[in-house]
């Protein structure tokens, strides 16, 4: 099995655009439905990585500075940017992502890349406004969940009395009332 730094055969080094489109809460954990060309997949994370998450996308601010938090302060204390984040591989079934990281110094630049959680480096796409992309070797591994997003919409809208949308990046319950551009993760 391919490791983060393994060296992959080009056609599996395609980046793709994607973007996370829900947070399924569950019992123990939380589910992060990624869309990448309309090919549906999730990503499982824990309870403290689905808060983070949560907290990124809505406007409260917790008291003190959480984990994110101090990396975000830490980069921007050391003038350093978030450049890239690829959800670049699997080993044994976790997700794993290159986080790349810029630093400018007058006309000098420097580049530093790090493979961590995939969660973690979600966190920090959204914390800093950066797109996202996914490996085709990644895409080409996981299971398009399109069509179970559409039927739990379907399910969500007949209960509540409302129409399903077909497209299964929006929420299927109840009439469509959000403002937000379509790059904005729909929960």
């Not at 599996?12 to 990448?36: F, I, N, T, Y």
């Not at 938090?69 to 978030?82: N, S």
């Not at 890349?113 to 992309?133: E, N, T, W, Y």
């Not at 299964?168 to 937000?180: C, K, Q, S, Y």
């Amino acid at each position: 099995m391919q490791g983060p730094s393994d060296p992959l055969p080009d056609e599996s080094r395609e980046l793709l655009p994607v973007q996370l489109r829900r947070l399924l809460p569950a019992r123990d954990s939380a589910g992060l439905v990624l869309d990448a060309g309309g090919k549906f997949f999730l990503i499982m994370i824990g309870p403290a990585e689905a808060a983070a998450v949560m907290r990124e996308l809505s406007t409260a601010k917790p008291e003190r500075p959480l984990t994110h938090d101090l990396i975000g302060y830490i980069l921007t204390g050391f003038d350093i940017t978030v450049e890239s984040v690829v959800i670049s591989s699997m080993v044994n079934g976790a997700f794993c992502a290159t986080l790349t990281l810029q630093r400018k110094q007058g006309e000098m630049s420097e580049r530093v890349r790090f493979d961590v959680r995939a969660s973690d480096a979600i966190v920090l796409a959204i914390k800093h406004s950066v797109h996202m992309q996914v490996t085709r070797l990644v895409l080409n591994q996981v299971e398009d969940i399109s069509k179970m997003i559409k039927e739990v919409d379907q399910h969500l809208a007949a209960d509540a009395g409302g129409e399903p949308s077909d497209d299964p990046a929006e929420p299927g319950a109840g009439p469509d009332t959000d403002t937000r551009p379509p790059s904005t993760p729909l929960l």
